[in-house]
């Protein structure tokens, strides 16, 4: 399997995924403004959508869209536990999570990249995020994952999201469930691994 990347962004939340489950796959680092990749290709031809993450399968069918692949990867190997069995209640409840994360925080979070959207009009966006910031802290004041007791996909996400709130002067500390939860997240060894081959890899 090839994960097409572009590090500080959404395909870290695969790419822990991938390192949870032990899986062989290769990084392809994609240039989100050129669309290249860095073995030169052009990105638009494996995903016109022209966005990361992408994952490509052996077989050669490209899937797209984080929360569609997360599940897709957690299924492959079920025994490790990363996302709860298909067409059970605690599944929905995983697909609940991923909906939130994708449309309330990932979105939430991606006007505040625009430059040219202004500060004014930023405030009423963050302002937005953080009443759904207050409720995953609600949740995170109960249990130390999204679902419970065990790590899921879900966390992958949203640890993968909320990291971009560094880069917006949000302070986190505002919400110490959240706090102690981005520590946990970030000090498992696979999401180190992960930030450091994103890290090597755009260095390279
Ligand atoms: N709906 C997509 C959104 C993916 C997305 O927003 N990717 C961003 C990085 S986090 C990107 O590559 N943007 C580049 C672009 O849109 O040109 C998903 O949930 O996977």
Redesign the pocket.
């Known amino acids: 399997m090839k994960l097409y990347f572009?590090a500080e962004?959404?395909?870290l939340s695969p790419h822990i995924v991938l390192r949870e489950l032990n899986l062989p796959f290769e990084l392809v680092r994609?240039n989100?403004?050129t669309?290249k990749t860095a073995d030169g290709r052009d990105f638009l031809s494996i995903n016109p959508?022209?966005?990361?993450?992408a994952l490509e399968i052996d077989n050669g069918e490209v899937l797209?869209?984080?929360?569609?692949?997360v599940q897709y990867l957690a299924d492959l190997k079920p025994e490790a536990r990363l996302a709860p069995a298909n067409g059970t209640w605690e599944r929905t409840r995983l697909q609940e999570w991923l909906n939130f994360i994708?449309s309330e925080i990932?979105?939430g979070l991606?006007p505040l990249f625009n430059a040219e959207i202004p500060d004014t009009v930023k405030a009423i966006f963050k302002d937005k995020l953080f009443k759904r910031l207050d409720q995953v802290a609600s949740v995170l004041n109960q249990h130390d994952y999204l679902l419970g007791a065990q790590f899921s996909v879900a966390d992958a996400y949203l640890f993968t999201?909320l990291r971009w709130t560094r880069f917006f002067s949000i302070d986190l500390g505002r919400w110490p469930s959240i706090v102690s939860y981005m520590g946990r997240v970030g000090r498992r060894a696979t999401v180190q691994a992960a930030l450091e081959a994103e890290a090597a890899a755009q260095a390279a």
Not at 49 to 53: C, N, S
Not at 64 to 69: D, L, M, N, P, V
């Open positions: 572009a962004t959404c395909s994609v989100n403004k669309k959508k022209g966005y990361v993450a797209t869209e984080g929360a569609a692949i994708t990932h979105a991606s999201v």
